[in-house]
């Protein structure tokens, strides 16, 4: 690797190569926060599935409860890393100098940080708070974009807001 390097470095000196920049192997341009707002809701769901789960759980039998449970745990963690994946992405391979600041930063470590939480336990307010602060980031993005934004009341069980770009 070493010797391709040098011969590509040699030859960038005299014909003075245009440096390509791209945030994969094929750059799409195409970035959505939509993805981490739907996990954010499912992730509040289940700690409502869970909380109605353990308050109902004398009138049920101790399987269906358990194996409920079980699901519903298993589906909240595996959003609560779809959060976080979808977040890391954008803020990595779209977030630049010009559109970040100290409180972009402090948002994005406080979604990492809430999204570990909802996996560590099961409340409700912690996931509120969670879709809360992805709701901020998405609002972010599109104001990166130039787009205007508005909150409505999602159709979901979570009865909880969605940003949506206006268009």
Known sequence: MGVLRGIVETLDRFAHFETAYAHCDIPCGIYDPHQAQ?????VLRMDMLIADVMKASGNMSADFDRNKLVRCIAI???HAEIVKHEVSVIWGDYGKPENTTAETHAL???IMKAASKAKQDANVESAKELLE???QFAEWFWKTKKVETKRV????PTEAEIVYPKV
């Open 76 to 78: 909240k963690e595996q």
């Open 153 to 156: 009341k999602s159709f979901y």
């Open 108 to 110: 994005v470590w406080g």
């Open 38 to 42: 739907l996990a954010a809701h499912t």
């Open 133 to 135: 602060k992805v709701e």
